[in-house]
């Protein structure tokens, strides 16, 4: 079975704009928590921990004389430090980033001749620092020289693994075999490796993907120290001669050592137990190479007191090459005798097995062998943060380049069943365990720059549902008037089967992407679009017609404002709810569709002056070469006086009539960043901001209350009443925007917007006005600053880790997401925000 998407998933996956907040939401799922994944956590720790003392240029000295600092908080690359003589007073207290900051092992300074002399602060709490500096120095604790030196600096365990790093790597089949290979490449851990020897070969057996962390994984010089023979994989021995591999185990042996990444390399790594495995014990285990069911398996070798082989059972005469891999005590996957039985999971039988129940007494019995005892197991601790029903990302067993939106599907002690979606055709569930390095939090690809894999949705032409409308109980509509000559024209044209095809079946809905496309629709993007939708049932396919649509336009949010339902036409159709997203909010909106082909014509019509674009833009009409209203004419400024087009400009100045409120959905987020802030208080204001822009291209002034917006709750009673539209309140004066008072330090918006590269329109990229310079700002006045934004609930967090002015000026989207615990999403708004004063800054203060 194939697990290689086809090529119009590999485009899907490329265009499409995934996002991890709406899928969860779509599915009702909660994503695993992000600390449940302790080999990514592992790969991203510095090493230098609390506690720990070294030497730091002081701050303000000109000669550069160091003294002694000790770390108080570690942030990723941050450092909060606190020099010695301060003893337990936080108010001097500073951050530093460990990649730019002059930071020094402790007895460095007298090595170098260097002075070494304290902050003035330490001079006046102590008179007699140098009797302070000595003891400082003579004590233990000091930060690792490795650490703080070199070119090294400050690096963590995974940026240490470089692209072209050689590692040995042991046998899967042989503990006592090794070979080497080379980093290719280094993904948040995740290492491509070629085998040397292996250089131009097809890819295959030559490279493979493990994390660094994996036990197999050895630095080199391991196998000449283990007294391990060096040999080439099985499969790569058929592509070279002997000699070819002789040259290479050569220059092998002679791959320098790097011991500046020694112990940072073993730090995480696990030690492995000694085992009490003998030869010929019968147990249960995963295939590794497969890992889809559970099957009877069998210990043919052992290495030693740490690693033993394991071989699944096969009775067929002609079973071929045995499916073997080697394990130690800890290994994933392997279960006593039983325990498929006892967890209520299905144990598949040995290949060649005769009979239609397998039972391991009889089983044991016909192959004359023991069952391993449970004490040789380790004992399994329900101490994992992983529940049926939520969301990961895992690494595909066969095609270990392909990482996929994954759903734990079971639970059963310390493994979970995982179903990966975006699969070429829907396979079994893969079986890890807690501690897999092939599994990984929610937004890891994102974050990492890696593709993921996820579940394309089928296009309209493809559907095959057949749709039941209820009767709906109202009042006959009126008559409606003769529709005009041209749509009348445009209904013989159609296709002779529109008809024929039942009352409810629509015609195909052409793009005619050579009209005229109005001031609300990109015309690169309606390009782009199928050449046709169709045909199908007509709520289906005109629904998809307006979500691609709406999705063509410069901004999304206006043209769904434009297609929603009001009072001033009513077509007696079908409510539906339609979305829209810009600038990384969801819009909702309710949205007439008809419901019988008969009227799906001027339906089109209808909705195309409604974008003020032409109206033959789309519908049951292919426009081959020119079209009938003329429209290749027509430009965006001077569109809304032709009167070829019925009349479809609006009066300049004319303010919007009130529509149906339009629902904007807030993204889940993390509990750290949830905001509660009602629509339409101060905190809240950003959220209506798309939908009061001036639009440049359009003359309408007029722009929805902000008191129209909705939160999740609201929406949800609303979406269970009638689709039909309440009558409009009594109009009311539009309440003007005010800003807040400046509080110290201040800052304010600076109304001159830069225009955005990606839109001919105008967009909102406000500036920020500093009274004070961020270099002076203490941990109050940074929580005031974050109070004063969309990421006001985040402010908690400044407060608890005593970020002040200094530190908020050194954080970044790595450090946001790794100290604060944020998802992607949450930590890009908040960065944006740290971006505004950190350029602030530079323009007002750094001179």
Known sequence: MSHEPLESERDSAEDSDFNWDEYLEEKGAQSVPHHAFKHVDQGLQTGLAPGMKLEVSGRGQEDGAC??????????????????????????????????????????????GRPMRPPEGVREKNQNWEALLEEALSNSGGAPAHLLEG??????????????????????????????????????????????????????????????????????????????????????????????????QQKILALPRDTSITEEFHKDRPVIATHCFTEGM???????????????????????????????????????????????????????????????????????????????????????????????FPAEQMDHCFKESSMLEAVDPLCPQNIHVATVTKVKGHHIWLQLEGLQQPGLDVIRHADSMDIFPVSWCETNGVALRFPCKPRVEKLRKVAVVQPEKQKAPPREPPPPADTAKQQANSSPSDGANGKYCCPKIYFNH??????????????????????GNCLLVLKEVLSLLINSGYKPSRVLRELQLDQESRWNGHGEVLKAKYKGKTY?????????????????????????????????????????????????????????????GKKLGRRRKRRKQLFVHKKRRTSASVDNTPAGSPQGSGEEEDLDEDDSLSD????????????????????????????????????????????????????????????????????????????????????????TTDCAPLARIFLDQEIDGQALLLLNLPTVQECMDLKLGPAIKLCHHIERVKLAFYQQFAS
């Open 67 to 112: 003294w002694v600092a000790t770390i108080i908080t570690t942030c990723g690359q941050l450092l909060l430090l606190r020099y010695e003589g301060y003893q337990d007073d936080r108010r001097a207290d500073f951050w530093c980033d460990i990649t730019t900051a002059d930071l020094r092992p402790l007895g460095w300074s007298r090595q170098q």
């Open 700 to 787: 309408d002034s007029g722009s929805e209350n902000p008191d129209d917006l909705q939160d999740d709750s609201e929406y949800s009673e609303k979406k269970s009443q009638p689709p039909t539209p309440s009558p409009s309140p009594p109009a009311t004066p539009r309440p003007t925007r005010r800003r807040r008072k400046p509080r110290s330090p201040s800052y304010s918006d600076d109304e001159n917007r830069p225009p955005s590269p990606k839109s001919p329109r105008v967009e909102a990229v406000p500036k920020l006005r500093l009274d004070s310079s961020p270099l002076e700002w203490s941990v109050t006045d940074v929580v005031r600053f974050i109070r």
């Open 282 to 376: 019968k147990l249960e285990a995963v295939d590794p190479a497969a890992p889809f069911s559970i099957s009877p398996a069998t210990v043919t070798k052992v290495f030693g007191e740490v690693h033993f082989l394991v071989e699944m059972d096969d009775l067929r005469e002609d079973g071929g090459e045995k499916r073997s891999f080697l394990c130690h005590r800890d290994s994933p996957g392997i279960f006593p005798a039983q325990w498929s039985l006892k967890n209520g999971v299905k144990l598949s039988p040995p290949p060649g097995f005769q009979g239609q129940d397998f039972d391991w007494a009889h089983y044991l019995k016909q192959c004359g062998a023991e069952a391993a005892p449970e004490n040789c």
């Open 151 to 248: 070119v090294q600096n400050a690096l963590n365990p995974v940026d240490l693994l470089t692209p072209g790093t050689s590692l040995e790597l042991q046998d899967s089949r042989d503990a006592g075999v090794a070979w080497a290979a080379a980093i290719e490449d280094n993904v948040g851990g995740r290492l491509r490796l070629r085998y040397h020897g292996a250089e131009g070969l097809p890819d295959g057996p030559a490279t493979l993907w493990l994390f660094y962390l994996n036990p197999l994984l050895h630095l080199p010089g391991w196998a000449r120290d283990s007294g391990c023979t060096l040999r080439p994989p099985a499969a790569l021995l058929p592509l070279r001669s002997e000699d070819e591999w002789a040259e290479v």
């Open 588 to 648: 909702r909106a309710t949205v007439e569709i008809v419901r019988t082909a008969e009227r799906v014509a001027e339906f089109c019509r209808k909705t195309c002056i409604k974008l003020e674009c032409c109206p033959n833009l789309f519908g049951p009409r292919m426009v081959l070469e020119h079209c009938s209203e003329n429209c290749s004419v027509l430009t965006k400024t001077k569109y809304r006086g032709h009167s070829n087009l019925e009349g479809t």
């Open 514 to 535: 050579r009209c005229f496309s109005g001031p609300y629709l990109n015309k690169g993007r309606i390009a782009e679009l199928p050449q046709c939708v169709g045909p």
